[in-house]
DNA sequence: AATCAGGTTGGAAAC
DNA sequence: AGTTTCCAACCTGAT
């Protein structure tokens, strides 16, 4: 029986109908050509090894968002079980693919799946599109600017795409004429249950942020209303432990791609037309342009979520400490503040930029000497905004291997959440052992007389863990060693570049 | 070649 | 109380 062929959609961290001109390509193919539109979403079982139940949450619901707004639009979501690489091009023949559309990603393990897809498709004459749409800006456009290099600071970065045109976004609002959907294709709704990725959802806190385009517009909308609050925002002073987020909290639906970052920036634009507005870095615009910042320099550095083997990053001795590291992860350094923010991070999947700063300052350069990769592994598997680029960009800013180089600035676990919370409100909420901790004692509970111990219902070394370091006196042990270590940095260099 | 300004968000002490 | 200075001194990019 002759097929009618197939125009497939590979949706990967654009889980949107909205700006999304690759998919919208395919269903312009599909109507022309009269062929089968098919959006696939490929769903590796293996996921739940690595990433985290609160995240896998999310990509669920922003998977079945996706589907009830593809039906609207008479198509659905299939989702395959397994890897792209072995189920894409066995379907290639059994769909009578024609035209494959996809978006530009960045993440390496995406791109070895896509490497694999691509050869195939091409060995079958198989059409690929494939568009910039998960970046307002074409990175691989600006490292050209710049003679292939990657811009090392923000201003740079800044200079380089300030004269660029960023495009429009685009709508997709027709409905799908009926020839262009398979029949049996759309029968039921096989988005999975997270009991199928082994995830009992009853051991999950309340969820806090619901995964999905639908949810990300309205909050997306719902910032966006508030004019003056968007025009005054500044990074800086904005608190790190409020109990409530004191940011958008936008990033889970951008990194997944559910809400389109230009649609973000051309919102911005419109937002703070003609009224006076804080500036990058500190601006929600300098947010957005920070994560183009790393988006370049993870599109041209090879290794970039490594420290061997990547250029831009000081070779630092680290030391493997894997009690310690545990006791990090787990929120239990005894450091009252660091495990408030680890059991955040745990609990909900989405932490403050600046307690992301203090907690790997901690980890690497400022108390435990662990290595920043470490570090992004555990941020890799909790954190609902996980992004492959700014996951190891940021570790390296804050571990001071690159991009960020003062590093006898260090956060202080004592006095740095006193700033934006003498009371430890947050502390109370997210460690809540110490909740009686009178508030002199409630960032250092190790310094309370035994009698204030007994009346808070906690002992330190009992109920709450004693102080895997003593921060005072470790931090400038590190210095030390990171002056050391600048210094090796500094010799090697010289050495493969000598002066002419 | 050498110098200089600037860098999203430190802390503690000194005014 | 809010700003300034010290701490010990980094790197990039521009000139």
Known sequence: MAKIPSVVHWFRLDLRIHDNLALRNAINEAENRKYLLRPVYVLDPDIASKVGANRLRFLIQSLQDLDTNLRKLNSCLFILRGKASELLPKLF????????TTQVDIDPEILKEEEIVEKVANEKDIFIVKRVQHTVFDTQSVLK???????????????????????DTIEITKSL?????????????????LSELGIDESMLTACKYPGGETEGLKRLHMYMAKKQWVCKFEKPNSSPNSIEPSTTVLSPYISHGCVSSKLFYHKLKEVENGIPHTMPPVSLMGQLMWREFYYTAGTGTENFDKMVGNKLCTQIPWASNDEQLKAWAEGRTGYPFVDAIMRQLKEEGWIHHLARHMVACFLTRGDLWISWEEGAKVFEGYLLDYDWSLNAGNWMWLSASAFFYKY?????PVAFGKKTDKEGLYIRKYVPELKKYPTEYIYEPWKAPQNVQKAADCIIGEGYPQRIVDHDKIHKENMQKMSVAYKANKEKKSLKRPRS
């Open 408 to 412: 006898f600035r260090v956060y202080s």
């Open 145 to 167: 600017k710049n003679n292939d290099c990657v811009p090392l600071t923000y201003q740079k970065f800044l200079s380089l795409v300030q004269e660029i045109q960023v495009k």
């Open 177 to 193: 004429s009926d020839h262009c959907k398979p029949s049996d294709y759309c029968d039921n709704n096989n988005v999975p249950l």
């Open 93 to 100: 023949d059994e769909w009578q693919v024609k035209y494959l």
